[in-house]
């Protein structure tokens, strides 16, 4: 067990790294907005697997939130998530106030094409501006070797990549799986807005994800299993946002040279939005 | 004399710092568009005084030129350059392809807005979005412990510093004293492409820039000593696209609690566009 540092600056967190960067250990970051659970405890296991010490920063940034969403009500567990990190060998948590990381004139904005058009974009048109200037600062910040974002924001993985390599940030984008309750519901912070009945429901998302990612893969239509599927959804009270086919690497359309394919969904059960995504 | 390593990939850069960088050496960045001059070499000297290791960069940067501006006829000078840098005890020159800056699918912007609001945005509405961008890559390409600019470029001084404050880049920006002419015109590259009679006029410039901080230091009115200098100018045979008196932090318009203010002026002498900047 290691006390993680838990830095509030960005000029702590440099001194706090700065001994294992001299030292040429590798470092690996999992940037989180909080309120962890085994999803996340997941991504920081295969951080450490990845390097010798790993930062988690908790920042719920409120530059990717727009003002109809729920950046007052997102949870907020500070105490409990260090608890957690603590067993799990974590070096420092990045954990600043939204002052540190947006000061006063602050004026820069990062933008990404490419993977971020439609999709989440069709719905949440400010997010991605907000996750690539949030994921810039976070990394530059630390400077991890590798950085470690889950499968489950498979959009905005695409566009962490594609950012990473367009800004030339020293920092590998690794992605790791989703990981999912028993029921198959991948595991989510916003889970905890769902009603018992709600929380039922959800888990239809991954049996139509997984169902309709089998039947493509079998050569079916996708057009039409895709519009079953979102007819399956919205029948049981789900309002669909989106269930769509992609080219899993660029998230353009699929055409015949597509090399591999993606299913991603979001979808809104009552108050709370969910999103998945499967290989097809 | 040191053989400076010419690098065309940010891969073989790196590998050229990291001993630098594992031996805690401090790196200092020159970033250039090459057909280096005196200035330039002044802020090479500026870095090796802040830095143990110095490198600069040669890139003609395409996405700060508009369809309309000179990226084909910038003048290219890289042998000479390097011989020039050889002198000075570079450590490295990256130079890379634009391909390597910009490779296939590179989709992802940086956008600055505060200083970079108004002057030059009013005439070359793209270019520090470009700027921003290559910055951006450079510094990440090299992380240089400090990177110089030159005055004479003030407001992209003034973009960079509120960039990389912004992003939280590591790197400290410095900005260094513009190196003139014996008559007072500003060092640039693209003096070359004044004729004999133009580069006469040029000096007006300066003496108009000198005359007009001394004015309204000495609390004259700004708004008549700007249109005197303005038509001081034309007169002259310039195109004035502005001379303006300036927050000399913010770029903002000045104002009572102004602490410091910066006059500066672009115009076109036939077909060439000089800038040129002075502190109030």
């Known amino acids: 067990m290691t006390e993680p540092a838990i830095c509030r600056s960005i000029a702590a967190l440099r001194d706090t790294l700065k001994p294992a960067r001299m030292a040429d250990e590798r470092i690996a970051m999992v940037p989180t907005m909080g309120a962890l659970h085994e999803g996340h405890l997941s991504l920081v296991?295969?951080?450490r697997q990845e390097a010798d010490r790993v930062v988690v920063s908790i920042f719920v940034n409120p530059t990717q939130f727009a003002p109809t969403e729920d950046f007052d009500a997102y949870p907020r567990t500070e105490e409990r998530d260090v608890e957690l990190l603590r067993t799990l060998g974590v070096e420092a948590v990045f954990a600043p106030s939204v002052g540190e990381m947006y000061p006063a004139g602050f004026a820069t904005g990062v933008s990404v094409g490419g993977p971020s058009v439609g999709l989440e974009s069709d719905f949440r048109p400010h997010f991605f501006n907000g996750v690539a200037v949030v994921v810039t600062k976070l990394l530059l910040a630390a400077l991890p070797d590798?950085?470690?974002?889950?499968?489950?924001?498979?959009?905005?993985l695409c566009v962490v990549r594609r950012m990473a390599l367009d800004l030339n940030l020293?920092?590998?984008i690794v992605g790791a799986e989703t990981v999912r309750e028993a029921d198959g519901l991948a595991m989510s912070s916003r889970n905890v807005y769902l009603s018992?009945?709600?929380?039922?429901?959800a888990a239809l998302i991954q049996t139509v994800l997984t169902e309709a990612?089998?039947?493509?893969?079998?050569g079916g239509d996708a057009g039409a299993i895709l519009a079953a599927g979102r007819e399956r959804l919205a029948a049981a009270g789900f309002r669909v946002d989106y269930?769509?086919?992609?080219?899993?690497?660029?998230?353009?359309a699929v055409t015949a040279g597509t090399a591999s394919r993606r299913l991603l969904v979001a979808a809104w059960l009552g108050r709370t939005?969910?999103?998945?995504?499967?290989?097809?």
């Open 273 to 280: 939005r969910l999103i998945d995504n499967i290989a097809v």
């Open 146 to 156: 590798v950085a470690v974002f889950g499968e489950k924001d498979y959009q905005q």
């Open 170 to 172: 020293p920092t590998r």
């Open 45 to 47: 296991r295969r951080a």
């Open 213 to 218: 990612a089998t039947a493509i893969g079998d």
């Open 196 to 201: 018992p009945d709600e929380r039922r429901t």
């Open 243 to 252: 269930l769509e086919l992609r080219d899993a690497d660029t998230l353009a």
